[in-house]
T-cell receptor, first 116, second 113 residues
Framework: EPEVTQTPSHQVTQMGQEVILRCVPI?????FYWYRQILGQKVEFLVS????????KSEIFDDQFSVERPDGSNFTLKIRSTKLEDSAMYFC??????????????FGPGTRLTVL | AQTVTQSQPEMSVQEAETVTLSCTYD???????LFWYKQPPSRQMILVIR??????QNATENRFSVNFQKAAKSFSLKISDSQLGDTAMYFC??????????FGKGTRLSVIA
């Protein structure tokens, strides 16, 4: 069964450094998402991406964040200058959306980001 | 804004018994989806079950079923014949055409042998 994959599984970085988190969505899916979960808290929406552009973003997704689909398979989240409070689990998700604006999102295994 | 409330931070159940996790939500939309996701200690988010709001019939997936009460805006998850592998955080989530997935704070379920 196809699944969303994410790399790396764990990323440790120094405060102020740039990080890129990578995701490979399910191949026939059209809508892509990033979510964040700070340890012990609920999962929060960051951004959605469709047709090569951001379709929606939350207030968390400020100028430090960017997303890109550099080729036909990868979907990346870049944090330009990491802060301590960026330490969290980052989940990528994708949805098929062939049947309309609502569809089930399938999550990757997550990347644990630790900012020191 | 749409909100999802899970009022039970922690629950426990004996192996082979049945447990029900509660979820309520708030929306003015008529067309939306509801989901239960499971997050085991590995922290991966796994879809357990989903319910389309326009469907009156409650969704079921093997040992997992929901009690969807649209008027009450309630969406509870029933796990029958609980197994040790069901131990996890369970998140209720809501989505409509204008709102990306909104999650509740989760219920930590422990299945005891």
């Amino acid at each position: 069964e196809p699944e969303v994959t994410q790399t790396p599984s764990h990323q440790v970085t120094q405060m102020g450094q740039e990080v890129i988190l990578r995701c490979v969505p399910i191949s026939n899916h059209l809508y892509f998402y990033w979510y964040r979960q700070i340890l012990g808290q609920k999962v929060e929406f960051l951004v959605s991406f469709y047709n090569n552009e951001i379709s929606e973003k939350s207030e968390i997704f400020d100028d430090q964040f960017s997303v890109e689909r550099p080729d036909g398979s990868n979907f990346t989240l870049k944090i330009r200058s990491t802060k301590l409070e960026d330490s969290a689990m980052y989940f990528c998700a994708s949805a098929r959306l062939s049947g309309g604006p609502l569809d089930t999102q399938y999550f990757g295994p997550g990347t644990r980001l630790t900012v020191l | 804004a749409q909100t999802v409330t899970q009022s039970q931070p922690e629950m426990s159940v004996q192996e082979a018994e049945t447990v029900t996790l509660s979820c309520t939500y708030d929306t003015s939309e008529n067309n939306y989806y509801l989901f239960w996701y499971k997050q085991p200690p590995s922290r991966q988010m796994i879809l357990v079950i989903r319910q389309e709001a326009y469907k009156q019939q409650n969704a079921t997936e093997n040992r997992f079923s929901v009690n969807f009460q649209k008027a009450a805006k309630s969406f509870s998850l029933k796990i029958s014949d609980s197994q040790l592998g069901d131990t996890a955080m369970y998140f209720c989530a809501f989505m409509d055409r204008n709102t990306p997935l909104v999650f509740g704070k989760g219920t930590r379920l422990s299945v005891i042998a």
